[in-house]
């Protein structure tokens, strides 16, 4: 009798699994269609004719980038994309999430109607596949460059696609998201990131040394230069405005906040091995700060890294009155801990957690060291 229960048991699951496999193509398709259009869904982006949205989203119908490689849209979908990007053609610069919504089953179904709507024609994806993938991908969000030393376009679309380089014509308007771009700024190790927010407001993020280096807004974002994807530091991108605030660096001490932005081409990007002057401060810990990469929340990087054993992370945004950026630290585990900000004329700056020094001194007892901000703003 148990045994009779056991095979009955076992068949059942066979049928039901012959049943997941046998699903028809169109019925897989048919069920991605459905999970495309839900709520949060690439529709929110991509929209539902595939079309994407005018020099903002590129689109997904027709699109050169699904082509060749399944595991690149899977590995776009888990880990997201941020960077300048060509799509049949036309340019974008913007950041994608990672699309956390979906499990593997669901993602695969999107995946398919992806790969096979508005005339695609290409694979079905299984569920196996995105399972691999998730497991496999490094954890970072993609840049294009990363993207696609993974899983290069094959020759035939690679013409036409691929990444461009940005000229001195892409200067931003107004943004309604984030601009990130990983690029040579003045003033920073050749790690950097150009980060431009919504209200216009923006930064240089130094990967190499894990610090915010320097903040802006008049004169608008970073004009990069033709060659600044594949030359060796030099030419670094170029911006007009004068920072308002900028982190001290023993390196540039005597350099004034008008000559870094008067960087011409000529200017070194220096050397982050003898950067002295990390900005925070906790007892005991002597080795330098270690990058350990960046996710997307909304658009927004979240920066993390390591400080001995402390991992901590940095995401900046505007403040609530969008006159200026909010940085939110976390440290964990938390500790007592000295932040030391540069002061300037040019900028007022407080924390929501203790009294900022004169001399942009910062302490912060261990509980207070979990979550704080530090909000920047410029004098007029
Ligand atoms: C919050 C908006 C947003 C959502 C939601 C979104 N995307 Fe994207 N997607 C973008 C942006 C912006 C880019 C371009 C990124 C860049 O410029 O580096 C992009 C690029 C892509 C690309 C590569 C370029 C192209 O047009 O083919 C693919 C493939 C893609 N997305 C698929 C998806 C899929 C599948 C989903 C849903 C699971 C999705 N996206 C959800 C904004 C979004």
């Known amino acids: 009798m148990y045994l009779y229960t056991k095979i009955l048991i076992f068949s059942l699951l066979f049928f039901l699994s012959l049943k997941v496999y046998s699903e028809s193509r169109d019925e897989i398709i048919e069920k991605g269609r459905k999970l495309y259009n839900g709520a949060g869904s690439c529709v929110a982006c991509h929209m539902q004719d595939g079309k994407g949205q005018k020099g903002t989203i590129p689109p997904l119908a027709g699109s050169d980038w699904l082509k060749e490689s399944s595991a690149r849209s899977i590995a ?36 398919s109607y992806v790969n096979n709507a508005w005339g695609n024609k290409e694979n079905i994806i299984t569920k196996k596949q995105i399972t691999q993938a998730r497991k496999e ?83 608008g974002f970073i004009k990069a230069n033709q060659a600044h994807w594949s030359s060796n530091g030099k030419p670094v991108a170029e911006f007009n405005g004068t920072p308002y605030y900028r982190a ?48 997307l929340m909304d658009g927004f990087p979240i920066f993390r890294y390591s400080l001995g054993k402390h991992t901590i992370t940095e995401l900046i945004r505007m403040n609530s009155e969008k006159t200026g950026i909010k940085r939110i630290f976390t440290i964990s585990p938390p500790t007592k801990m000295t932040f030391k ?40």
């Open 76 to 111: 776009i979908s888990l880990r997201g994309l941020a960077g300048p990007i060509k799509v049949n053609g036309k340019k974008y610069y913007s950041a994608m999430p990672p699309q956390l919504l979906f499990n593997d089953e669901k993602l695969a179904y999107i995946l």
């Open 137 to 219: 991908l490094p954890q970072d969000v993609f840049t294009p460059q990363t993207l696609l030393k993974h899983f290069p376009f094959d020759k035939k679309y690679s013409k036409k696609n691929g990444t461009f380089t940005p000229t001195y014509d892409d200067t931003l308007g107004d943004i309604s998201s984030p601009v990130l771009y990983r690029t040579f700024m003045p003033g920073a190790s050749p790690a950097a990131f150009a980060v431009a927010l919504p209200g216009n407001h923006y930064y240089c993020w130094d990967a190499g040394e894990s610090r915010l280096r320097y903040v802006w807004t008049k004169g």
């Open 248 to 295: 001290q660096t023993t390196l540039l001490k005597n350099e004034t906040f008008e000559e870094l932005s008067k960087t011409n081409m000529q200017k070194p990007i220096y050397d982050t091995s003898q950067a002295v002057d990390f900005p925070i401060f906790i007892e005991g810990i002597k080795e330098a700060p270690s990058f350990l990469g960046y996710r």
């Open 341 to 380: 900000l540069t002061p300037t004329e040019k900028a007022s700056m407080h924390s929501d957690c203790g009294k900022i020094k004169p001399d942009g001194t910062l302490s912060l007892s261990s509980s207070e060291s979990s979550k704080f901000s530090i909000i920047i703003t410029p004098k007029e």
